[in-house]
């Protein structure tokens, strides 16, 4: 009889805690790593022979949007893919624990760039819960991949109080019996073991569908002392607020910080999006990386920024882009859903002008905006591919802001195009990874299906930590594992005797650079609909949960995602 389940053998081990890594083999019994060391062969039902490989523990992607998919194809492959063992669902006011599907839908489908009928069919399909405890018996009776854990959502909370018109209403507040019963939501889901409550104040987060279109969602209309009594809850627990600010109003992050700074009360643990090098205004991540430092130092340190490790590209077909939302024109093509309709905007002369004054405006933004900052990468009009709408306009003779009008009327999704909005400069990208008031996120992974893919942002990070040597990689992979883990309490990011065997087994030799390369696939349980992907087949050797082989050089193991059920919701630790 076999002594162990798993051993990997001759790997370079990393222990997700920071120390140098040793050679070793590892072996797993029963879910969980019983030995680190030697082991003598022939002790094992399984192999893998990591010689010139990396073993460390599995990654964790703290910023999802998966909560539709985990419901219709709980394996999460793309990510599994990319060595990540454990995802954090629930992001920026969204989960899909109390509201129903229609007010899911809504709320999921226009700021997460996601099908409306996608959403409204999972949840309504697959919902057999009536809160977070009984969300979590059926989250851990699906086939799981990987680990799952969660933010209770506040416009999902706010909507479930207030009814959905009401929460999304500029001049309604919660009563005090109203607000008390969001406050024992949000007790009942740090019960369950969710991670803490996620909120939202970004301007660009509106709803879809047919009832309330173009609102903002509900979280952006709560006040700060609806907040408050909500981060008193999370306080008093040792758990976590994340949110999106609204980035036009830098006052509103004093709030922030003031919220999470301790003095004669606890610390709240507080993340949010985002530390980048904004190519829109350079001076963003300084101002922001110093007030962060001043706050943890002045408040307990329980701030972090999110930041996504690599380059911010962003792709767009025609004008479908989030980042269109932060100007009132594009917002207003955004608004219209119908083709035709659009494009009789699109092409209307007084149109033209708000988008040209709006293109060219001063004061903050997201996006740069520079039309010759962004490439043409498909058109039926196959002479300006690779090309820039600024060079396209100087070719015609017109402005900018009108050739991507004129391409996108002409062409409209059949245009794409891509541009970098932050996190081009190299120096700034490795100042940030080493930063204490940084940690590894933001990936988005799960949404924004037609414009970004960031799901191996870890492998993306650990090949331009090997490249450009500017940390070791030992601190690498403790960003971006055990970091994680203990900052937001969950059993997960160290290999340890008796800890969970969830394990990525890297092969640096595929660092080529390809891991950059965008291609498209199509997206599980959704018939028609492709997503944007990063893959490296060559970069992770094997993807373990639960002691589990799920995943080898661009190959599943049989019945991943469908009888195999490597993955369990993790629970949350007060402290």
Aim: proline fraction near 3%; include cysteine; hydrophobic fraction near 40%.
């Amino acid at each position: 009889m076999s002594h162990y389940s798993l051993v990997i053998r001759n790997g370079t081990f990393f222990d997700g805690d920071g120390s140098a890594p040793i050679r070793a083999d590892l072996g797993v019994r029963d879910g969980v790593v019983a030995t680190i060391g030697s082991i003598e062969p022939g002790s094992a039902e399984r192999e893998i022979d990591a010689d010139g490989k990396w073993v460390i523990p599995g990654m964790i992607d703290a910023h999802t949007h998966y909560d539709a998919e985990v419901l219709t194809s709980p394996g999460l492959g793309e990510s599994v893919r990319h060595g990540v063992t454990t995802v954090i669902l629930g992001n920026c006011s969204l989960s899909t624990v109390y509201a129903d599907a229609d007010d899911c839908a809504d709320l999921f489908a226009r700021v997460e760039a996601l099908p409306w009928d996608a959403v409204h069919s999972a949840v309504k399909e697959n919902k057999t819960w009536d809160g977070p405890k009984s969300y979590v018996d059926a989250i851990n009776a699906k086939p799981l991949g990987l680990n799952v854990a969660g933010f209770i959502g506040h416009s999902d909370i706010r909507a479930t109080v207030l009814g959905l018109d009401r929460a999304t209403t500029a001049d309604v507040a919660p009563s005090p019996s109203e607000l008390s019963r969001m406050k024992e939501m949000l007790s009942e889901a740090l019960d369950a073991g969710f991670v803490g409550l996620s909120t939202i104040r970004s301007s660009f987060s509106k709803l879809e569908g047919t009832r309330w279109p173009t609102r903002l969602l509900p979280s952006t209309f709560a006040s700060w002392k609806e907040f408050g009594a909500l981060n008193n809850v999370l306080r008093s627990r040792g758990r976590i607020h994340q949110s999106t600010p609204n980035l036009a109003k830098r006052s509103e992050m004093a709030r922030y910080f003031a919220q999470s700074m301790g003095g004669r009360r606890r610390p709240l643990k507080t993340t949010i999006i985002s530390a980048a090098d904004v190519k829109a205004d350079r001076t963003v991540v300084k101002a922001a990386i110093a007030a962060a430092k001043v706050v943890n130092k002045l408040g307990g340190n329980g701030f972090r920024w999110q930041h996504l490790p690599v380059p911010f590209e962003v792709y767009a077909d025609g004008v479908d882009l989030v980042v269109f939302e932060e100007f009132g024109s594009g917002a207003d093509a955004l608004n219209i859903r119908d083709v035709l309709e659009r494009s009789d905007l699109l092409a209307d002369e007084s149109y033209r002008r708000r988008f040209r004054k709006d293109m060219t405006a001063r004061g903050f933004k997201v996006w740069h905006r520079d039309l010759y900052d962004a490439e043409i990468v498909a058109c039926p009009d196959a002479s300006v591919v690779g090309r820039s709408f600024g060079d396209v306009a100087d070719e015609r003779g017109i402005e900018p802001a009108d050739a991507l009008l004129d391409l996108a009327v002409a062409h409209g999704k059949a245009l794409r195009w891509r541009t970098t909005i932050a996190n081009d400069r190299d120096d700034v990208l490795d100042r940030l990874q080493q930063s204490d008031v940084v940690q590894v996120g933001f990936a988005d992974s799960g949404a924004h299906l037609r414009n970004m893919a960031f799901y191996n942002f870890g492998v993306r990070m650990l090949e331009r930590v090997a490249t450009r040597k500017f940390m070791s990689i030992e601190r690498a992979v403790h960003r971006l594992t055990g970091e994680l883990a203990d900052w937001y309490g969950l059993d997960a990011g160290h290999l340890r005797i008796g800890s969970r065997a969830d394990i990525a087994v890297i092969d640096p030799a595929g660092f080529d650079g390809s891991s950059a390369a965008y291609a498209e696939a199509p997206m599980p349980g959704l018939e028609g609909i492709d997503r944007m992907v990063n893959r490296n087949d060559a970069a992770v050797a094997a993807t373990i949960v639960g002691g589990q082989v799920l995943y080898e050089y661009g190959t599943f193991a049989d019945g991943f995602g469908s009888t195999i059920h490597a993955g369990k919701f993790l629970r949350a630790k007060d402290s």
